[in-house]
């Protein structure tokens, strides 16, 4: 059984068990439970579900594991002959969600 979830203006496909790094959701904490309500497709065995746009009473719980950081990503700015540089870093905190049970 597995669904596609939309949080953050992304999709997921995830099953029971996955563990996915989302954006961050408000007031989600750590060993606390969070629930995606938007849920685009559930695929049970041979039982496909689409939504227009979500599957009606369709949810996916999750727990959330904690917070994590995305890898760095370097933008560097160069102009020859002017002597110019810049190099700047970003990383991006993500959320870590064990995917618990999936609602048809």
């Known amino acids: 059984m597995f669904a596609v979830i939309r949080t953050g203006s992304k999709q997921y496909k995830v099953s029971e068990g ?13 060993g ?3 629930v995606f309500s938007d849920v685009l497709l559930v695929s049970n065995g041979n039982a496909v579900s689409v ?18 950081k995305g890898d760095k990503v370097i933008a ?7 002597g110019y540089h810049r190099t700047v870093g970003h ?14």
């Open 76 to 82: 560097f700015k160069y102009r020859r002959t002017e």
């Open 32 to 34: 606390k439970s969070t």
């Open 18 to 30: 996955d563990l996915i790094d989302v954006e961050l959701l408000e007031g989600a904490e750590p």
């Open 51 to 68: 939504g227009k746009p979500t599957v009606a009473g369709a949810s996916v719980t999750g727990e959330v594991m904690g917070e994590v």
């Open 91 to 104: 990383r991006q905190r993500y959320l870590r969600v064990k995917i618990g049970k999936i609602v048809s």
